[in-house]
């Protein structure tokens, strides 16, 4: 037994950095299986420089405004980014609860699932050339940028007037949203030791654990009033509040430039000649490519219980063919055309980063499996009120922040997260969504329910902080913006994947439920069960034991246990990907300097 604890103690490891120029050293670590190959490059982290020279000038500027400000001023901006949070989940869990009201206004509520399918793609690819802009241009400037795209998304949606619009919409907002989480969390990786990471993570998450009281009054407010407003609101409020943290960000920026501790570069390129270079280093025709093939290949699956012929439809046929050329052609592009490639491909060849973002991947896919329609699922099955449905959809939130700090405490003391994800997060989480198969259907109560999401929320709050840092631990400062980037494109695309798998199971499924469950007299009025099928109000606006109702929620329940089954599925992936990784002791590795916490 206590060869067995030595084996899961986290032992040192040399970061992985992808330099072209030097070869990469294959060494042999005692691990948590056995011996573990490693490879290992020069560690650009030097205790002697205060500017890693090499580094890229958005790095070098994070690096001396480490220098040039005090811890005071640290503390000051965790408790910006706190509030920023706070804003957000506030924002986040509104847009969630309206999405289908909206939808349903538009007599179009089987798409909740596809209006966010195209947001979230682009929101996580667009976190790779985010990744060089910061690395590039500053931090400050990639968060202006966030800012000015969430505020657009917050004008569109206010002011939409069908589906469409309100997609592209979510496109902007999720694009400006993400990025600024993902700044904000860049930003805490540029001010906290290895080691505490986790714990300061877990700290900027916190403030789910608020929101989700306050959350369900507030939507109910506004969709007393009108769920424009809301958007409108948040149109105003986002850039008010943001523009605090912007002014802190540049002033230190400035005073190190002013001090002489930025090294200064003059690129010598003309205007076309920048946007030649920016168009190659950004990989704009990769990112073109992956995203369209992705959009092409997946929306079918959302939308081809509209079409006619079904499957058979020549659009459906064509979206499908030619999504899947286009991701052929992205990756004959990457290995043999691109320049410079939108993918770091050397670092995914280290087998902790890449575990930690398939890990990634599939916590989202599985959760926007379930998740999808478990909100209408709860009005109309469990009978809850708006304010009771977001409680019981806001417990993941609550909970996975709430056991993060857990997890990133006992990171801090011990340095491993491997063991921590083995013993602890991956069987807690499989329990939980595996008795949702049995749960989540008519007649159960919904205390049932809760429980499945208290396990679910407690073991993915070890396993997102355990994910990121084991990203952050295989490499150095230089390239943690681009490894948390590309866990970030990889949970987006995980989650789009998920939307749709969802979406065509719910569009497979629900109606022909329907048909089935629904009395005579009601199926007798197909323009009712059209209005039935695409419109939440019209199922809820049905008694409780009437036998309409029954038929609604006995189909809502057939397709709720399909969900519940494929995610519990989907989990069986997620073993592997933490099976991969290094066990690294993170209290061994310095990456920073200056004012870190």
Same mark, same amino acid.
């Given at each position: 037994?206590?060869?067995?604890?030595?084996?899961?103690?986290?032992?040192?490891?040399?970061?992985?950095?992808?330099?072209?120029?030097?070869?990469?050293?294959?060494?042999?670590?005692?691990?948590?299986?056995?011996?573990?190959?490693?490879?290992?490059?020069?560690?650009?982290?030097?205790?002697?420089?205060?500017?890693?020279?090499?580094?890229?000038?958005?790095?070098?500027?994070?690096?001396?405004?480490?220098?040039?400000?005090?811890?005071?001023?640290?503390?000051?901006?965790?408790?910006?980014?706190?509030?920023?949070?706070?804003?957000?989940?506030?924002?986040?869990?509104?847009?969630?609860?309206?999405?289908?009201?909206?939808?349903?206004?538009?007599?179009?509520?089987?798409?909740?699932?596809?209006?966010?399918?195209?947001?979230?793609?682009?929101?996580?690819?667009?976190?790779?050339?985010?990744?060089?802009?910061?690395?590039?241009?500053?931090?400050?400037?990639?968060?202006?940028?966030?800012?000015?795209?969430?505020?657009?998304?917050?004008?569109?949606?206010?002011?939409?007037?069908?589906?469409?619009?309100?997609?592209?919409?979510?496109?902007?907002?999720?694009?400006?949203?993400?990025?600024?989480?993902?700044?904000?969390?860049?930003?805490?990786?540029?001010?906290?030791?290895?080691?505490?990471?986790?714990?300061?993570?877990?700290?900027?998450?916190?403030?789910?654990?608020?929101?989700?009281?306050?959350?369900?009054?507030?939507?109910?407010?506004?969709?007393?009033?009108?769920?424009?407003?809301?958007?409108?609101?948040?149109?105003?409020?986002?850039?008010?509040?943001?523009?605090?943290?912007?002014?802190?960000?540049?002033?230190?920026?400035?005073?190190?430039?002013?001090?002489?501790?930025?090294? *200064?570069?003059?690129?010598?390129?003309?205007?076309?000649?920048?946007?030649?270079?920016?168009?190659?280093?950004?990989?704009?025709?990769?990112?073109?490519?992956?995203?369209?093939?992705?959009?092409?290949?997946?929306?079918?699956?959302?939308?081809?219980?509209?079409?006619?012929?079904?499957?058979?439809?020549?659009?459906?046929?064509?979206?499908?063919?030619?999504?899947?050329?286009?991701?052929?052609?992205?990756?004959?592009?990457?290995?043999?055309?691109?320049?410079?490639?939108?993918?770091?491909?050397?670092?995914?060849?280290?087998?902790?980063?890449?575990?930690?973002?398939?890990?990634?991947?599939?916590?989202?896919?599985?959760?926007?499996?379930?998740?999808?329609?478990?909100?209408?699922?709860?009005?109309?099955?469990?009978?809850?009120?708006?304010?009771?449905?977001?409680?019981?959809?806001?417990?993941?939130?609550?909970?996975?922040?709430?056991?993060?700090?857990?997890?990133?405490?006992?990171?801090?003391?011990?340095?491993?997260? *491997?063991?921590?994800?083995?013993?602890?997060?991956?069987?807690?989480?499989?329990?939980?969504?595996?008795?949702?198969?049995?749960?989540?259907?008519?007649?159960?109560?919904?205390?049932?329910?809760?429980?499945?999401?208290?396990?679910?929320?407690?073991?993915?709050?070890?396993?997102?902080?355990?994910?990121?840092?084991?990203?952050?631990?295989?490499?150095?400062?230089?390239?943690?913006?681009?490894?948390?980037?590309?866990?970030?494109?990889?949970?987006?695309?995980?989650?789009?994947?998920?939307?749709?798998?969802?979406?065509?199971?719910?569009?497979?499924?629900?109606?022909?439920?329907?048909?089935?469950?629904?009395?005579?007299?009601?199926?007798?009025?197909?323009?009712?069960?059209?209005?039935?099928?695409?419109?939440?109000?019209?199922?809820?606006?049905?008694?409780?034991?009437?036998?309409?109702?029954?038929?609604?929620?006995?189909?809502?329940?057939?397709?709720?246990?399909?969900?519940?089954?494929?995610?519990?599925?989907?989990?069986?992936?997620?073993?592997?990907?933490?099976?991969?990784?290094?066990?690294?002791?993170?209290?061994?590795?310095?990456?920073?300097?200056?004012?870190?916490?």
């Amino acid at each position: 037994m206590s060869s067995f604890f030595s084996k899961l103690k986290p032992k040192p490891v040399d970061p992985v950095v992808p330099v072209q120029v030097n070869p990469v050293v294959a060494e042999n670590e005692k691990g948590m299986f056995g011996r573990q190959p490693s490879v290992t490059a020069h560690d650009t982290d030097s205790d002697d420089e205060i500017v890693d020279k090499d580094a890229q000038a958005g790095v070098q500027k994070a690096e001396v405004m480490n220098q040039v400000w005090g811890k005071k001023t640290v503390f000051m901006i965790y408790g910006m980014i706190w509030c920023l949070y706070f804003l957000d989940a506030l924002e986040n869990s509104m847009t969630g609860v309206m999405t289908p009201y909206v939808t349903s206004e538009f007599q179009l509520h089987g798409l909740t699932a596809a209006t966010g399918i195209m947001a979230s793609l682009i929101g996580g690819i667009f976190r790779l050339p985010l990744a060089k802009i910061i690395d590039i241009w500053g931090r400050p400037q990639g968060y202006a940028l966030m800012v000015a795209c969430m505020t657009i998304g917050m004008i569109m949606m206010a002011a939409c007037n069908n589906v469409q619009t309100y997609a592209a919409a979510e496109v902007f907002n999720q694009l400006g949203g993400n990025g600024r989480s993902y700044i904000l969390g860049i930003l805490v990786a540029d001010t906290s030791s290895l080691k505490s990471r986790g714990f300061f993570f877990a700290l900027i998450a916190s403030p789910y654990i608020i929101t989700v009281w306050c959350a369900g009054p507030f939507a109910q407010t506004f969709l007393n009033i009108n769920w424009r407003w809301a958007f409108g609101s948040f149109a105003i409020i986002t850039p008010v509040t943001s523009l605090p943290l912007f002014f802190v960000l540049i002033y230190h920026q400035r005073k190190a430039e002013r001090l002489g501790l930025i090294p *200064k570069r003059n690129s010598g390129r003309t205007l076309m000649q920048s946007i030649k270079y920016y168009t190659i280093e950004y990989d704009l025709a990769g990112l073109l490519l992956l995203c369209g093939g992705l959009a092409l290949f997946l929306l079918p699956f959302n939308l081809y219980t509209r079409q006619s012929d079904g499957w058979r439809s020549s659009m459906i046929i064509c979206m499908i063919v030619f999504g899947g050329l286009l991701l052929i052609a992205f990756g004959l592009y990457e290995a043999y055309v691109a320049p410079v490639t939108c993918v770091p491909w050397v670092l995914l060849k280290n087998r902790t980063i890449l575990g930690a973002n398939i890990l990634a991947a599939v916590l989202f896919l599985e959760f926007y499996i379930w998740n999808s329609f478990f909100y209408s699922f709860l009005q109309v099955v469990a009978n809850l009120t708006v304010t009771q449905s977001i409680y019981v959809t806001n417990i993941y939130s609550i909970g996975s922040c709430f056991w993060s700090f857990v997890a990133g405490i006992i990171l801090y003391k011990t340095g491993g997260f *491997k063991w921590q994800s083995l013993l602890f997060g991956l069987p807690v989480t499989t329990l939980g969504v595996g008795l949702m198969i049995y749960f989540r259907q008519p007649g159960v109560d919904v205390g049932w329910m809760i429980l499945c999401q208290i396990l679910i929320a407690f073991g993915g709050g070890t396993l997102v902080i355990c994910e990121q840092v084991a990203g952050m631990a295989a490499t150095t400062h230089q390239y943690v913006a681009i490894v948390l980037a590309v866990q970030g494109m990889s949970s987006q695309i995980g989650g789009a994947i998920g939307q749709t798998v969802a979406s065509a199971i719910w569009q497979g499924n629900f109606q022909e439920r329907l048909l089935r469950y629904l009395p005579e007299e009601t199926l007798a009025n197909s323009t009712l069960v059209a209005e039935i099928y695409g419109d939440l109000t019209t199922q809820l606006s049905f008694e409780v034991g009437t036998p309409t109702r029954d038929g609604i929620t006995q189909a809502y329940g057939e397709a709720q246990r399909l969900m519940a089954a494929a995610a519990t599925g989907v989990l069986a992936l997620a073993w592997l990907a933490v099976f991969m990784w290094r066990n690294i002791d993170t209290r061994e590795r310095k990456q920073i300097k200056g004012a870190v916490l």
